[in-house]
C-alpha cells in the first residue's frame, strides 16, 4: 500500500472522532449563540440586535488579535512534535505569555477608546472581556494533541449554562449587557477549569522564564495574524460599516442572517481543525504526500461544504416567518450559499494547503490584497444597496481570494519541484 495511503487510513478514525469533539467546542461558540439570537431578536426587535451585532463584531476582532495566529502556528508545532514533552510545555508556555502580553495591551486600548468616544462601557466592555476569556483558553493545544475530550466538556457547559442568565434576565432592550456580563463570566470559569484540567494531568512541564522565547512565537504569529485579522475585515467588516453609516435596524437585518450564516459555518471549523494537523505531519513527511492528503481530505471538506450551502439555502422560509425579515431578504440567503462554498474553497486552499505545507507567509499576503478589495467595493457598494452591498462586498473578495490563493499554491509547489 503506499505511504500516503497508509498513513490517512490510520487517521481516519482519528479525524472522525476529533472532528465531533471540536463540532461540540465551535458548535457551542455559534449554535448556543445562534439560540441566543432566536431569543434576543423577539425579546429586544431587530433595531436592539443590531447594537448587540456592533458589540459581537468588536469582541470578535479582540479574539482575532489576541490569539495573533497562536491557533495555527502552535497547533502546528505541538502535532508536529507531540512526543517531546519538553518541547510541548515550551511552546505552551511560550504561547501562553505571548497571549497575556497582547490580552493586556488590547485591554488598555479598548478602556481608552471606548472612554474617549463615549461608547457605554457597560455593554462593551463585558463583550471584549469575553472574547479575552475565550482567547485565553488553549483549545489549540489540545487541537496539536488531538486529545479534545476534557475541554469539549468544559466549553460546552459553559456555553449552555451562559444562556440561563439571558433567557431568566433579559426582558428588554435595557437588559442587553446581561448578556454580555454571562458571556464573560462563563467564559472565565470555563479558562480556569482547563487551565487546571491542564496541570492536574500534567500535559505540560515547568519551564524556566529564561528558557522561554516570546519573541519566536510572535514573529511565527505574525503573517498567521495579519492574515486573520484581514479575514476579520472581510468577513466582519460589513456589520462595523453599516453601523457608522444606517441605522440600528439595517444593521440588525444584516447581522442576523449573518449569524445564522456563520452558525452554518462553524460546522466546517470541527473537520477543518482535525484535519490541519494530520495535514501538517502529512507536509513533514514530504511535499508529495503533502499534496495527496490535502487532495484527499479537502475534496471531502468541498463536498460536504456544497450539501450544507444547500440545506441553508433551503430552509430559508422557516428563517423569514421566525424573525418576520422582508420578503426580499431572500436574497441575502442566496448570496450567503455561494459565500458558504467559497469559504470552504479558500479554507482547503489557504489553510489547509498554504498554512500546512509551512507558507503562512504568502497566505498573508493574499489576504493583504483581499482586504484592500473588500474595502474598495465595500465603499461603493454598500453605499449604493445598504445591507446588500455588504453581502455583495463580500463575495468580491473572496472570489478575489479564490483566485490569488489557487495561483500562490501552483507557483510555491512548482519552485518546490512538485510537477
Known amino acids: 500500500m503506499p505511504l500516503a495511503s497508509r498513513w490517512l487510513e490510520s487517521d481516519l478514525g482519528r479525524v472522525v472522532r476529533n472532528s465531533s469533539y471540536l463540532l461540540c467546542v465551535h458548535g457551542g461558540n455559534y449554535v448556543v449563540p445562534l439560540v441566543v439570537l432566536f431569543y434576543l431578536v423577539k425579546i429586544l426587535g431587530v433595531e436592539s440586535f443590531g447594537v448587540y451585532a456592533i458589540c459581537a463584531a468588536v469582541a470578535a476582532y479582540v479574539q482575532v488579535i489576541i490569539d495573533y495566529g497562536f491557533s495555527l502556528t502552535g497547533c502546528r508545532a505541538v502535532a508536529q512534535n507531540k512526543g517531546d514533552l519538553r518541547f510541548v510545555s515550551g511552546v505552551f508556555w511560550e504561547v501562553l505569555l505571548s497571549k497575556l502580553l497582547v490580552a493586556s495591551l488590547v485591554l488598555l486600548v479598548c478602556v481608552l477608546c471606548f472612554w474617549l468616544i463615549g461608547l457605554d462601557q457597560n455593554i ?10 475565550v482567547s485565553l483558553t488553549p483549545v489549540w493545544f489540545f487541537q496539536g494533541l488531538e486529545s479534545f475530550r476534557g475541554v469539549t466538556f468544559f466549553n460546552v457547559t459553559g456555553k449552555v449554562l451562559s444562556c440561563i442568565p439571558v433567557v431568566l434576565l433579559v426582558k428588554g432592550p435595557g437588559d ?3 448578556v454580555f456580563y454571562s458571556q464573560a463570566f462563563f467564559a472565565f470559569l470555563v479558562m480556569l477549569v482547563v487551565y487546571f484540567h491542564i496541570f492536574q494531568a500534567g500535559l505540560v512541564l515547568k519551564v524556566p522564564v529564561a528558557d522561554l522565547n516570546v519573541g519566536r512565537q510572535l514573529r511565527e504569529g505574525w503573517h498567521i495574524f495579519s ?18 453609516n444606517y441605522p440600528s435596524s439595517v444593521v440588525g437585518v444584516y447581522a442576523s442572517v449573518e ?5 452554518v459555518s462553524s460546522l466546517f471549523v470541527p473537520l477543518s481543525q482535525a484535519i490541519y494537523p494530520i495535514n501538517s505531519r502529512a507536509f513533514g513527511a514530504g511535499v ?7 487532495l484527499l481530505t479537502g ?11 444547500l440545506a441553508f439555502l433551503l430552509s430559508y422560509s422557516f428563517f423569514l416567518d421566525f424573525f418576520n425579515y422582508p420578503e426580499q431578504s431572500f436574497t441575502y440567503f442566496k448570496l450567503f450559499s455561494a459565500w458558504i462554498v467559497m469559504g470552504v474553497i479558500n479554507n482547503v486552499l489557504g489553510t489547509q494547503l498554504l498554512t500546512a505545507g509551512g507558507h503562512p507567509r504568502v497566505y498573508a499576503k493574499c489576504f493583504y490584497v ?3 478589495v473588500f474595502v474598495a467595493a465595500a465603499y461603493v457598494m454598500i453605499g449604493a444597496y445598504a445591507g446588500l452591498g455588504a453581502v455583495y462586498s463580500l463575495l468580491v473578495a473572496e472570489a478575489v481570494l479564490s483566485m490569488l490563493l489557487l495561483l500562490s499554491s501552483v507557483m510555491v509547489f512548482r519552485r518546490e519541484g512538485f510537477r
Not at 462593551?124 to 476569556?133: D, H, K, N, Y
Not at 508529495?288 to 490535502?294: A, D, P, T, Y
Open 259 to 263: 449569524r445564522i450564516v456563520k452558525a
Open 227 to 244: 492574515a486573520t485579522l484581514s479575514s476579520m475585515v472581510i468577513t466582519n467588516g460589513g456589520t462595523l460599516w453599516l453601523g457608522a
Open 288 to 294: 508529495k504526500v503533502g499534496l495527496r492528503s490535502v
Open 124 to 133: 462593551f466592555l463585558p463583550a471584549v472581556l469575553s472574547a479575552v476569556f
Open 176 to 178: 442587553l449587557y446581561v
Open 370 to 372: 483581499t482586504a484592500l
Open 299 to 309: 475534496g471531502a471538506f468541498m463536498t460536504v461544504g456544497v450539501f450544507v450551502a
